[in-house]
């Protein structure tokens, strides 16, 4: 048998005003149009659900067995409905980004503090992980959306281009060989200690790849898997590092020196990746639109430093 809830709740108003009238009125319909839906009820039940006189309407015996547990079964499900929505609604005013280490500790935070004063309701969590973790995290809908330079498609995942970075070379600055310019070029790197990253990360890779072009044979002093690392042992002495820009809010808490590479300069795109099939939270484009202009502020125009 198929009830609706509609005929269920007619069937609840009737038994408990014990008149036709009335119940229609609480359900916003005409007395005849609810007298057709209580006798269809009563045509699929098989069973008569009210005695009707001129002056009564009695619930018969079968009518007032299932008023118990219609009553019952009701208040459940609007109880239960009322949980739901009051949780869908609550999941709407949160966000979950995934970030990789050194975005979710120099970049996101200042940036959520900020944006909170425009959007208090908004409430961002984060969570910081390698592309690895965040990948599957955001296909699973554990995260709404994660954030990095995540190279190759994915099947399932989206990939919005939020900002093109550059790739930059940064040194200790107690040594006054560097000096402090603002560029420098990948040939002049020859002969320098560096700190990469693990051969099999596809940034060291490109990294790698421009280094060959210019000749320069690096000697690798440690292999790392976090950004936030290098530019650590950078400011230890260890050697150079050549590091995305979107780095440089970490770089200016450290005592190292800042050089754009040119000839080439290297981009390095950084994207929004979501799961195609979820639908993100109210508030997301909003966010990523502050954080673009946010992180414009010190990235140079079109977010290239």
Not at 101 to 117: C, H, M, S, T
């Amino acid at each position: 048998m198929d009830f609706t809830s509609r005929q269920l709740r007619a069937f609840l108003l009737v038994a408990e005003h014990r008149s036709f009238t009335r119940a229609a009125e609480a359900l916003f319909i005409t007395p005849s149009a609810l007298s057709i839906a209580i006798r269809e009820l009563e045509t699929q039940l098989g069973f008569r659900l009210f005695d009707r006189t001129t002056r009564h309407v009695v619930p018969t015996a079968y009518g007032n067995e299932l008023f118990a547990v219609t009553r019952r079964n009701l208040k459940e499900l609007d109880a239960a409905m009322s949980r739901l929505g009051k949780s869908a609604t609550e999941a709407g005013r949160v966000l979950s980004i995934g970030a990789t280490p050194l975005f979710a500790a120099d970049v996101l935070p200042e940036a959520i503090k900020e944006f909170r004063g425009h959007r208090p309701e908004l409430r961002i969590r984060l969570f910081d992980g390698d592309r690895a973790t965040i990948v599957p995290m955001v296909l699973a809908g554990k995260l709404d959306i994660g954030l990095g330079a995540f190279f190759g498609p994915t099947p399932g995942i989206r990939r919005t281009p939020l900002f093109r970075f550059s790739l930059m070379v940064i040194r200790p600055d107690n040594n006054p060989a560097f000096g402090r310019a603002a560029t420098t070029t990948w040939a002049a790197l020859k002969g320098e200690i560096s700190i990469t990253l693990t051969p099999t990360s596809p940034l060291q890779q490109l990294i790698d790849k421009h280094l060959a072009q210019a000749g320069v044979v690096s000697y690798p002093s440690a292999s790392l898997n976090f950004l936030n690392t290098q530019i650590a042992l950078v400011e230890a002495g260890e050697g150079f590092a050549v590091i995305p820009s979107f780095g440089l809010p970490a770089c200016r808490n450290r005592k190292v020196v800042v050089s754009r590479l040119v000839n080439p300069v290297v981009t390095l795109d950084f994207y929004q990746i979501s799961n195609r099939a979820k639908k993100l939270p109210t508030g997301t484009e909003e966010f990523m639109s502050f954080l673009q202009s946010y992180i414009a502020r010190w990235a140079g125009r079109a977010g290239i430093l």
